[in-house]
């Protein structure tokens, strides 16, 4: 589903997904207000989401969708790359964070990740979110209190997909298969009530699950 303001965006872009075999926009919208409620009626694998838009912007809208829907992927796709931009709408439950002046592959595969429930940020991004959020989680909390949430293994595999490894790299990582890590995060998902990793992350660091400091 598409929420940007500017038509001519917006057409574009679902010129571009619309021409993939596996991918297809079941809406678009222009407003904030408008997201909500087409999101509630189409139930959308991902929402590719802008900032600024008349009336409700993208960090209001998201926060709004994701209070009714948590396990709803939004990927945000704006021109603005300023950190206060970035950290809210991840705080707002956004699962990634593209810029417009991407490459057609790089969108494509943003969409198609985020849709997987991985994560959608560039290194250095998600390198900086990673800190900004460490600084008020506290430092590493000991694994009892994880452990009342997660397994062991789901905890392991939170802490390797924080360093931004791939599922088949974890899978090898584990000596386990990419199929086993794919259950181990959807189970993760849902007992963190979260869409994607990139939210997971994000809440094992202010738990104090996850250390930055070990990250590459």
Do not use: C
């Not at 206060?84 to 956004?94: P, Q, S, T, V």
């Not at 810029?99 to 998600?126: C, F, I, M, Q, T």
């Amino acid at each position: 589903m598409l929420v940007d303001d500017h038509p001519v965006v917006r057409k574009g872009t679902r010129e571009l997904l619309d021409g993939e075999a596996d991918l297809s926009v079941v809406g678009e919208v222009g407003s904030g207000e408008e997201a909500i409620v087409m999101a509630r009626d189409l139930l959308p694998d991902v929402i590719l989401m802008d900032v600024s838009m008349p009336g409700m912007n993208g960090i209001e809208a998201t926060k709004a969708i994701k209070a009714e829907r948590p396990q709803q992927n939004v990927l945000v796709l704006t021109s603005y790359d300023d950190d206060a931009y970035i950290f809210a709408l991840l705080e707002a439950g956004a699962a990634g964070y593209l810029l417009k002046n991407a490459s057609e592959d790089e969108l494509l595969g943003a969409v198609r990740a985020v849709a997987a429930g991985e994560s959608a940020l560039h290194p250095s991004v998600a390198r900086k979110v990673l800190e900004r959020f460490s600084a008020t989680s506290g430092g590493m909390g000991s694994g009892t209190a994880a452990l009342d949430t997660l397994s062991p293994r789901e905890l392991e595999v939170l802490r390797i997909a924080a360093t931004g490894r791939t599922n088949k790299e974890i899978a090898r990582d584990l000596d386990i298969s990419p199929r086993t890590v794919q259950v181990h995060l959807a189970n993760i998902f849902s007992k963190l009530d979260v869409g994607s990793r990139t939210e997971a992350v994000l809440i094992g660091i202010k738990r104090g699950w996850v250390n930055p400091n070990d990250l590459g």
